[in-house]
């Protein structure tokens, strides 16, 4: 149903990529044992398709308003790094209130500089989505109205999402720490106990 | 004389008796009218998408029960399960899928206990609280005797649950449903025949359809504005494909409508667990997966829907024992930011009676 | 005037019908439990302390120091030691951080010899954070003295 969709967007947008169909399931294959998948590209299990990050927009308008697609509720926007191969990869998850189908797009982007329209004035739901992305995994989402962090605070250093961020205390977070430890000592609680 | 007027910006919270946890809603007020509404989120961020990348397909069953949701971690489970599972291509037994329904239909029930309970605190109508928690004791004690857990259960695994039911158990649920349907029918004795909870909720906070739609509002708070959605009857998981129920949906799209939805939510949660009950078949209730699990590669995007509404995983898995990456689609993060549309226009007095009826959990926004 | 009449007659009725409520729930049974002068009784089944119970055949702990419930353990709360050589090997430390403890019961599944149990007990609270951390001595004597007849133990559906 959705598969038939992703075709339906290629005819039109002949630049359009689909995610490779899954390959079938041998019955009885073992659960669990790698090896024999690890060759294998990974499975997508839903239907979806990469889209180049400058005909984003002009996909996304025709996926929303033209009539086989209708996709006018916008689930989640996210990003998933890809340090091996210098690539942040943008998902989007649309579906279709009416005639129930989904699809996920995936637009490619560099990871020294990610760099996507926003799509938040086609779907406002996309707003928040679009925030957590970029405070998260630093994708930058060009005509965003309020591009903020709204995960950590505005003046976290860092996006944590990245597979190579590294975790570093403040150094305000430690010294108040120590402080608390010691104050908390100087009560003398544990000899009550 | 021209009397010269001023926007008030007043923040609620982050440590404000009403608002359900820690947000902060930076509300901007033209008198007593709401001009805007701008909530500050974050508060209770964990990192559960980064944490489960360190941690196997196993120990990441505990982390989403806790690190999410949690007064509906069972919801929570099943949510990753499910990506788990449609990754992995594991089987789950039909006495498994069925127990799995159960417990998310109690599961549901309690969560929505609480939430009108907590609603009618917000309003003013201090008893609701103490009557739904007292029915709410009553689930947290039957999911105690059942998995040993009041509300982090660890429960469900990859490919089944963990233990099977302890004797008796179906009975003391099905005494309970009995029950608990006339309780429901005292919530509505005390709620809706009552005049001053109507004028505080009905036709406030209104949400029409197609704003529903676009600002991504989902569960009960998109089908009390006409959105006949539910991942339940749509994309039928677990046992839900072979087991009757009605989805409820108004048309209003106010707070009243939102009640109303969940009120006859609970009335179907308790029809779906009695038929589960009585079709629960007999048989295995775990299939076989290794501890360390390893999925092959490949990803899938697994929805449910959780009290709150429609719980999504995203699931990438690189053939390692861990997931590559997790998204967690959380459903009131969406209805968060559906709540700013709702309530442009309204009074300050009406923002808790329109936050309530959204039913947020500020851990499941912020994960 | 005669809409007035009807929305006091309704704000009266709707008052009522909530008291109504009330007073069923005021001579119906009682819910509380006078709880620190009245213990609660959990299931057998609860998710309480850990504890490591003593072999009766043998005397000596039923542990074989895999470590499998130390790898297993996503807040990584346990700490194993063992030393000595085959037949001899013999458990050293077993440190488990209650504070840190999520109480998942990961380690009672993974266990192969059922030496890692829950005992159904719940007061945990101290004044020192110290004081959480349970060595083996105390996770023997957390123990229940006889088996737990229909607990967890008893009742696990490992595959």
């Known amino acids: 149903m959705s598969w038939a969709l992703v075709e339906r967007l290629r005819e039109r947008f002949p630049e359009v990529e689909p995610f490779p169909r899954e390959a079938p399931h041998e019955a009885g294959a073992p659960v669990g044992r790698p090896g024999r998948h690890e ?13 180049p990050a400058a005909r984003l927009l002009e996909v996304a308008r025709v996926l929303r308003d033209e009539a086989p697609f209708g996709l006018d509720y916008c689930s989640f926007v996210t990003g998933v790094d890809r340090p091996e191969q210098d690539l942040v990869e943008v998902v989007y998850h649309l579906f279709s209130m009416d005639e129930r189908h989904e699809l996920l797009l995936k637009v490619r982007v560099p990871r020294r500089d990610p760099r996507v329209p926003s799509v ?44 190579d961020y590294v975790y570093q205390e403040p150094r305000w977070l430690v010294d108040l720490g120590a402080q608390r430890q010691r104050e908390i000592e100087g009560l003398r609680l544990g000899d009550r106990a | 004389m021209a009397l010269r007027t001023e926007e008030l910006m007043l923040n609620m919270g982050p440590q404000h008796p009403s608002t359900h946890g820690v947000l902060r809603l930076v509300v901007t007020l ?40 949690y007064l509906t971690a069972l919801a929570n489970e099943e949510g990753y399960l499910l990506a788990v599972e449609r990754v992995g291509r594991i089987e789950v037994p039909p006495r498994a899928r069925y127990l799995r329904t159960i417990m998310l239909e109690l599961q ?18 201090t008893t609701v609280f103490l009557y739904c928690f007292r029915e709410r004791e009553r689930i947290l004690d039957l999911f105690e005797q059942a998995t040993g857990g009041r509300l982090h259960h660890v429960y469900f695994r990859p490919g089944g649950v963990y233990e099977d039911l302890p004797d008796g158990w179906t009975d003391r649920v099905l005494a309970f449903c009995d029950e608990f349907l006339g309780r429901v029918d005292e919530y ?20 029409p359809r197609d704003r529903a739609i676009a600002m991504g509002a989902c569960g009960p708070v998109a089908r009390a504005s006409g959105v006949d959605f539910d991942v339940r009857k749509a ?5 839900y494909g072979e087991l009757a129920f009605d989805v409820p949906v108004f048309q209003e799209g106010d707070c009243f409508a939102r009640y109303r939805v969940r009120m006859e939510e609970m009335r179907q949660s308790v029809r779906i667990i009695q038929q589960a009950i009585a079709k629960l078949p007999d048989g295995e209730i775990r299939s076989k997966v290794q501890v360390n699990v390893k999925l092959p590669r490949g990803e899938a995007y697994a929805r449910t829907e959780s009290p709150r509404g429609d719980l999504g995983v995203y699931l990438v898995s690189e053939g390692e024992d861990a997931p590559y990456r997790v998204k967690i689609r959380a459903p009131s993060f969406s209805n968060l930011f559906a709540l700013t549309e709702m309530m442009r226009g309204w009074k300050v007095a009406d923002v808790i009676a329109i936050l309530g009826s959204v039913d947020i959990v500020l851990s499941d926004v912020d994960r | 005037m005669e809409a007035l009449a009807t929305r006091a007659w309704e704000a009266v009725a709707g008052l009522y019908a909530g008291l109504r409520v009330t007073f069923r729930a005021l001579v119906g049974r009682k819910n509380t439990v006078m709880y620190p002068l009245q213990k609660v009784n959990v299931a057998p089944r609860w998710h309480g302390l850990l504890a490591l119970p003593v ?41 488990i951080e209650m504070d840190k403890c ?25 004044y020192n954070r110290a004081n959480l951390v349970y060595d083996l001595d105390d996770l023997r004597r957390a123990a229940p003295k006889e088996p737990i007849a229909h607990g967890v133990v008893a009742m696990r559906g490992r595959p």
């Open chain 2, 235 to 239: 994309f039928p998981y677990e046992a």
């Open chain 1, 120 to 163: 938040s004035a086609l779907w406002p739901a996309a707003n928040w989505h679009e925030r957590e992305a970029y405070d998260l995994l630093g994708v930058v989402f060009e005509g965003h109205p309020d591009l903020r962090r709204i995960m950590m605070t505005d003046d976290w250093e860092g996006h944590p999402l990245r597979k």
């Open chain 3, 55 to 95: 072999d009766p055949e043998t005397g000596s702990d039923k542990c074989i120091i895999c470590f499998q419930c130390e790898r297993v353990c996503p807040d990584r709360c346990i700490h194993i030691e063992a030393g000595g050589k085959g037949k001899d090997r013999l458990l050293t430390r077993f440190d």
């Open chain 2, 188 to 207: 509505h004795e005390l709620l809706t025949g009552n005049p001053i909870f109507l004028a505080r909720v009905q036709g406030v906070g209104v949400l």
């Open chain 1, 39 to 51: 060759a294998r590209g990974p499975t997508y299990h839903t239907p979806g398709a990469f889209v």
């Open chain 2, 30 to 69: 033209d008198g007593e009218n709401i001009v805007d509404v701008v909530p500050d989120i974050g508060y209770l961020h964990s990192s559960v998408e980064k944490m489960m990348e360190y941690r196997t397909y196993l120990q990441n069953v505990a982390l989403a029960d806790r690190g999410m949701d």
């Open chain 3, 102 to 126: 999520c109480y998942c019961g990961l380690c009672v599944e993974v266990c192969p010899t059922e030496a890692i149990v829950f005992v159904p007990h719940y007061e945990t609270s101290t």
């Open chain 2, 108 to 125: 549901r029930l309690s969560s929505h206990l609480v939430w009108l309970g907590t609603w009618g605190i917000d309003l003013g109508a």
